[in-house]
C-alpha cells in the first residue's frame, strides 16, 4: 500500500476566502466548514441526509450531520490532515451542487418541485 503524500491544510484565513468566492452560505467554525440547510419537514431532511450520505460515501470523505425536524448541518474537515484540505471543498461544492439543484428554473423539460404546494414542498432554498 503506497503512502499518501501529505494534504495541503489551508490557514483560517484562506479558508474564510475561498468560502466567500466559492461556498458563500458555508461559514468556518471551530475548525470545520459548516453549512446549515432548512426544510420544510421531515420528509425534506431524510432527502438531504441521504443525498449527502450517497455523495460522500462515493467521494469516501465523510462529513458530520446534525439532523433535527426541518434542518441538517452538514460539517467538513479532514481528519487525516486535522484541518481543512481540497477534500472538504471539494464535497462541499459537489453537495451544495446537488441539493441546492433547481431544475425549474433552468427552463428545460424537467419543472421541479412545486414550492406553492405545502404538501410538496420540502427545501428552503437560497
Not at 487525516?80 to 461544492?93: Q, V, Y
Amino acid at each position: 500500500m503506497e503512502k499518501q503524500a501529505k494534504e495541503r491544510v489551508y490557514s483560517e484565513q484562506e479558508v474564510a476566502e475561498k468560502l466567500a468566492a466559492e461556498l458563500p452560505y458555508w461559514y468556518y467554525e471551530d475548525g470545520w466548514i459548516r453549512r446549515k440547510y432548512k426544510t420544510s419537514g421531515w420528509k425534506g431532511t431524510l432527502m438531504v441526509v441521504n443525498t449527502v450520505g450517497h455523495l460522500a460515501e462515493a467521494a469516501w470523505h465523510h462529513p458530520d450531520l446534525t439532523v433535527s425536524y426541518a434542518f441538517v448541518i452538514v460539517k467538513l474537515v479532514t481528519h487525516t490532515a486535522k484541518g481543512i484540505t481540497d477534500k472538504d471543498f471539494s464535497l462541499a461544492k459537489k453537495i451544495e451542487e446537488v441539493i441546492q439543484w433547481q431544475p425549474g428554473r433552468e427552463g428545460g423539460a424537467l419543472e421541479g418541485t412545486p414550492n406553492d404546494d405545502p404538501r410538496f414542498k420540502y427545501l428552503k432554498y437560497d
